[in-house]
């Protein structure tokens, strides 16, 4: 079977699951059935079938994930908008120096 190079999810050429990672050709542990994740190691014996590459099912988004900064037509920053929604990550994190987690400051000298 010729699988030098391939990378990416493939079928699973041991018919034990729905895909398998392969890596520069060799099969790894991760495999996938369905949307669940989970290892397995291949296992100790010669593939049966030949792996086939799974393009990923990735949806149009009208190139909004080809933004660079200073393209013309690229989108307008809001850095207020940016920054508020920092904020409130931090919030909910426990991240922001506003939030009293009730742990008691170090002494200080």
């Not at 050429?13 to 989970?38: C, M, N, Q, Y």
């Not at 200073?70 to 909910?92: F, I, K």
Request: glycine share 12%.
């Amino acid at each position: 079977m010729e699988t030098e190079g391939l990378e990416g999810w493939c079928t699973d050429p041991f018919g034990r699951h729905e895909a398998r990672w392969i890596s520069t050709g060799t099969p790894t542990k991760l495999v996938r059935d369905g949307e669940v994740e989970s290892y397995d190691d291949p296992p100790d014996e010669q593939p049966t079938r030949e792996p086939q590459l799974i393009e990923p099912d990735v949806g149009p988004n009208g190139g909004a994930d080809l933004w660079r900064a200073g393209d013309p037509g690229s989108a307008p920053v809001n850095l207020e908008s940016l920054d508020r929604q920092m904020s409130d990550a931090a919030l909910e994190g426990g991240a922001h120096p506003e939030v009293d987690l009730g742990v008691p400051p170090p002494p200080s000298d």
